[in-house]
């Protein structure tokens, strides 16, 4: 099989034979579809809709078989060959538009066996995050993308290619959903039966917008988390020796062994899944493995004896690892732990995303399918040993904080004692500590792709982007804005030597809404001079400033009582197609968990073109200042001067200012 021929649309005349997984790469931990009779009759004709009738006698069967093994049909039969599945030069992709390529080009990254998490059930990150619900899905999308003029919009409905729609050519081309639900069946429990059905598939976040770049697209955000919560703590510039545990290496988590090596300190990342640690291991994205607790713990004695930066690989389950650290504690007086957190992923707590302590992995892979009430119960009891173990180190002068992966949540459901009398959590979110005060200033993970493949194309972007970092800083910013602008100038000029690119030629960089839309602008100056040999895809992660609204992750620092609403996401993915993005998605879930959050996003390519340069700059604005808007209504100080001064400095803007009352005296008068 060539490009042309996956392109080509789904093949049913022959049917191509049937295939079984790849046994030596890791899949998607097995569902228990709990489906009625009546249910799973209609999930296998759901998914025979895609077929001429010729076909269902064959594959009927097969689908039958997969939904009662896998608890979904994935139509495996319809997988292409791994080693085909990758980002290729958009000039390799047989297009009628460029815009059709380079979305192409971002799915096949997305499914890369080096990038995806879950590559033949379509999982790129967290558990359960999929660009389609299955192949069929895929082949045809691909078809649709390749032979899409630019006058037509394609409609992505929860992994389901509904088609393509008359339109015009600054409209998107496509416009993605995933997950969307009637708010009072927003629970888990639709969830698991309507992805059985083939009705929903939860896109976290990048995996169903097809704007993930691999583990790097989280490597800037939690460098800046652990380099402020170190400043926070213990001044400016102390890292080295510092120790920053934490867990997961399986998708974006697998970022953190890279995040505390830039940072500067010790981390040790715990992970259950020895494929997922091998490949971290051998991509270089940590630089040791402790097989023990007891080696471990001699690996971080004699790096923080000597201020050695250094990356540990945990094997085997964080709790383990928590547990021996307390004993270590308890037993010598000596807290080897400064900095800590985790990034399991919690979201999906009983099908894959937590593994209990009690199990080892394959055994807890089996009893999540065989007996999954028991499976919760032991997941619960893992919490709460996670959280008691956690609580005493914290005694003893660590400082933990939530990642955003929904650990408080799921504990405090559990019944861990992470609760205040008010109900609110006894450690902040990460939002809350570091990165809620970044967000306010404008900044956020601003990401592109260069769509050649060069390594020497990305290097030039490197380049422009820190000539506009210069730039800023010459322009007399806050004080808050030049640590920022600080740090991002460092991070940009040593991303190269870093090797963070895994899979497409792509990198992330904070920026705010001055900085993106001037790269965005530079970017595409530079396709049109030759400097940079073909166009570029520029997009972000939706944990961003105005992507999504998260009362527990990304708005949890807004204090107006609007953290529990979604309009600014919502608003910021129309806001995006209108102002010429060249697709948008929104999603129901993402780092939280499904009905805990709406998150969006969008990609936007730069073809060197004059209208793509204007409608660039025209969008990131938009894209960014939604965001501060929001954050600056809700109270944040930061967030106010900084919409104040876009207002200031850009035509066109007039923003409807916050006036902040006094509380006591509201209680005098009222």
């Given at each position: 099989m060539d490009l042309v021929e996956l392109c080509s649309g789904l093949q049913t005349d022959p049917l191509p034979p049937p295939r079984e997984r790849t046994a030596d790469i890791a899949h998607a931990p097995n569902r228990n579809h709990g489906l009625s009779t009546n249910e799973r009759v209609l999930a296998i004709k759901n998914a025979l809709r895609y077929f001429p009738k010729h076909c269902h006698a064959e594959l009927a069967p097969e689908f039958s078989k997969e939904l009662d093994e896998f608890g979904h049909i994935y139509m495996y039969r319809f997988m292409p060959d791994s080693a085909l599945m990758r980002a290729y030069p958009i000039s390799e992709y047989k297009t009628k538009t460029v815009a059709g390529a380079a979305i192409i080009l971002m799915i096949m990254n997305n499914l890369d066996r080096r990038v995806a998490q879950f590559p033949e059930e379509l999982v790129t990150y967290g558990g359960n995050g999929q660009v389609f619900g299955n192949w069929g899905q895929f082949r045809v999308a691909l078809h649709y993308l390749s032979t899409m003029s630019d006058d037509q919009t394609l409609s992505m409905m929860s992994g389901h290619p509904a088609g393509l729609f008359p339109s015009h050519k600054r409209a998107p081309r496509v416009v993605i959903t995933n997950g969307m639900m009637i708010p009072n069946y927003s629970t888990k429990e639709m969830y698991d039966k309507l992805f059985a059905m083939g009705c929903t598939m939860y896109g976290q976040m990048t995996a169903g917008s097809y704007c993930y770049i691999g583990p790097q697209g989280i490597v800037h955000g939690t460098t800046i988390t652990v380099m402020n919560a170190g400043r926070q703590f213990y001044g400016a510039g102390n890292m080295a020796g510092k120790v920053y545990v934490t867990a997961g290496l399986g998708g974006m988590s697998g970022a953190q062994g890279k995040a505390v090596v830039i940072a500067g300190c010790i981390g040790v990342i715990a992970e259950v899944s020895r494929e997922a640690l091998d490949k971290r291991h051998s991509q270089g994205w940590i630089q040791a493995v402790?097989?023990?607790?007891?080696?471990?713990?001699?690996?971080?004695?004699?790096?923080?004896?000597?201020?050695?930066?250094?990356?540990?690989?945990?094997?085997g389950n964080v709790v383990t690892l928590w547990e021996g650290l307390a004993e270590?504690?308890?037993?010598?007086?000596?807290?080897?732990?400064?900095?800590?957190?985790?990034?399991?992923?919690?979201?999906?707590?009983y099908n894959g995303g937590y593994y209990p302590v009690q199990l080892t992995y394959s055994q807890a892979d089996d009893m999540m399918t065989q007996d999954p009430a028991q499976f919760k119960t032991l997941v619960q009891e893992s919490l709460r040993r996670h959280v008691g173990a956690v609580n005493f180190l914290c005694e003893q002068g660590m400082h933990f904080w939530d990642y955003g992966n929904a650990f408080l949540l799921e504990a405090s459901r559990a019944g861990a004692p992470v609760t205040k009398p008010d109900g609110s959590f006894i450690y902040p979110s990460y939002v809350q500590l570091t990165i809620g005060g970044v967000f306010s200033l404008g900044f956020g993970p601003f990401r592109w792709v260069?769509?050649?493949?060069?390594?020497?194309?990305?290097?030039?972007?490197?380049?422009?982007?820190?000539?506009?970092?210069?730039?800023?800083?010459?322009?007399?910013?806050?004080?808050?804005?030049?640590?920022?602008?600080?740090?991002?100038?460092?991070w940009i000029e040593q991303a190269g030597e870093n090797k963070m690119v895994v899979g497409s030629q792509a990198r992330i960089l904070y920026s705010n809404q001055a900085g993106r839309s001037r790269?965005?602008?530079?970017?595409?100056?530079?396709?049109?001079?030759?400097?940079?040999?073909?166009p570029i895809v520029l997009s972000r992660d939706h944990h961003d400033v105005s992507g999504t609204d998260s009362p527990f992750r990304e708005t949890s620092n807004i204090t107006d009582g609007s953290m529990w609403c979604a309009d600014m996401a919502v608003q910021n993915v129309i806001g995006g197609a209108l102002r010429g993005a060249t697709w948008v998605s929104i999603h129901n879930g993402g780092g939280v968990g499904w009905g805990e959050v709406m998150n969006g996003g969008f990609g936007m390519v730069l073809d060197g073109s004059?209208?793509?340069?204007?409608?660039?700059v025209s969008m990131l604005h938009w894209d960014v200042s939604n965001g501060v808007c929001r954050r600056a209504w809700g109270g944040h100080p930061l967030a106010q001067h900084a919409i104040s001064h876009t207002q200031d400095t850009v035509p066109g803007y007039r923003i409807t200012q916050c006036v902040d009352a006094d509380e006591e005296q509201i209680k005098e008068l009222c």
């Amino acid at each position: 099989m060539d490009l042309v021929e996956l392109c080509s649309g789904l093949q049913t005349d022959p049917l191509p034979p049937p295939r079984e997984r790849t046994a030596d790469i890791a899949h998607a931990p097995n569902r228990n579809h709990g489906l009625s009779t009546n249910e799973r009759v209609l999930a296998i004709k759901n998914a025979l809709r895609y077929f001429p009738k010729h076909c269902h006698a064959e594959l009927a069967p097969e689908f039958s078989k997969e939904l009662d093994e896998f608890g979904h049909i994935y139509m495996y039969r319809f997988m292409p060959d791994s080693a085909l599945m990758r980002a290729y030069p958009i000039s390799e992709y047989k297009t009628k538009t460029v815009a059709g390529a380079a979305i192409i080009l971002m799915i096949m990254n997305n499914l890369d066996r080096r990038v995806a998490q879950f590559p033949e059930e379509l999982v790129t990150y967290g558990g359960n995050g999929q660009v389609f619900g299955n192949w069929g899905q895929f082949r045809v999308a691909l078809h649709y993308l390749s032979t899409m003029s630019d006058d037509q919009t394609l409609s992505m409905m929860s992994g389901h290619p509904a088609g393509l729609f008359p339109s015009h050519k600054r409209a998107p081309r496509v416009v993605i959903t995933n997950g969307m639900m009637i708010p009072n069946y927003s629970t888990k429990e639709m969830y698991d039966k309507l992805f059985a059905m083939g009705c929903t598939m939860y896109g976290q976040m990048t995996a169903g917008s097809y704007c993930y770049i691999g583990p790097q697209g989280i490597v800037h955000g939690t460098t800046i988390t652990v380099m402020n919560a170190g400043r926070q703590f213990y001044g400016a510039g102390n890292m080295a020796g510092k120790v920053y545990v934490t867990a997961g290496l399986g998708g974006m988590s697998g970022a953190q062994g890279k995040a505390v090596v830039i940072a500067g300190c010790i981390g040790v990342i715990a992970e259950v899944s020895r494929e997922a640690l091998d490949k971290r291991h051998s991509q270089g994205w940590i630089q040791a493995v402790a097989e023990t607790v007891d080696e471990c713990i001699e690996m971080v004695k004699e790096a923080r004896a000597s201020k050695k930066v250094l990356s540990i690989g945990f094997y085997g389950n964080v709790v383990t690892l928590w547990e021996g650290l307390a004993e270590y504690t308890k037993r010598t007086g000596e807290n080897l732990v400064d900095l800590a957190s985790d990034q399991t992923s919690l979201h999906n707590p009983y099908n894959g995303g937590y593994y209990p302590v009690q199990l080892t992995y394959s055994q807890a892979d089996d009893m999540m399918t065989q007996d999954p009430a028991q499976f919760k119960t032991l997941v619960q009891e893992s919490l709460r040993r996670h959280v008691g173990a956690v609580n005493f180190l914290c005694e003893q002068g660590m400082h933990f904080w939530d990642y955003g992966n929904a650990f408080l949540l799921e504990a405090s459901r559990a019944g861990a004692p992470v609760t205040k009398p008010d109900g609110s959590f006894i450690y902040p979110s990460y939002v809350q500590l570091t990165i809620g005060g970044v967000f306010s200033l404008g900044f956020g993970p601003f990401r592109w792709v260069c769509a050649s493949g060069s390594e020497e194309d990305l290097a030039a972007t490197d380049q422009i982007a820190a000539r506009v970092i210069r730039q800023q800083l010459e322009e007399n910013p806050s004080p808050e804005e030049e640590d920022n602008l600080r740090d991002n100038l460092t991070w940009i000029e040593q991303a190269g030597e870093n090797k963070m690119v895994v899979g497409s030629q792509a990198r992330i960089l904070y920026s705010n809404q001055a900085g993106r839309s001037r790269i965005a602008a530079a970017f595409n100056e530079a396709i049109a001079a030759g400097e940079i040999s073909a166009p570029i895809v520029l997009s972000r992660d939706h944990h961003d400033v105005s992507g999504t609204d998260s009362p527990f992750r990304e708005t949890s620092n807004i204090t107006d009582g609007s953290m529990w609403c979604a309009d600014m996401a919502v608003q910021n993915v129309i806001g995006g197609a209108l102002r010429g993005a060249t697709w948008v998605s929104i999603h129901n879930g993402g780092g939280v968990g499904w009905g805990e959050v709406m998150n969006g996003g969008f990609g936007m390519v730069l073809d060197g073109s004059a209208e793509a340069g204007e409608l660039a700059v025209s969008m990131l604005h938009w894209d960014v200042s939604n965001g501060v808007c929001r954050r600056a209504w809700g109270g944040h100080p930061l967030a106010q001067h900084a919409i104040s001064h876009t207002q200031d400095t850009v035509p066109g803007y007039r923003i409807t200012q916050c006036v902040d009352a006094d509380e006591e005296q509201i209680k005098e008068l009222c």
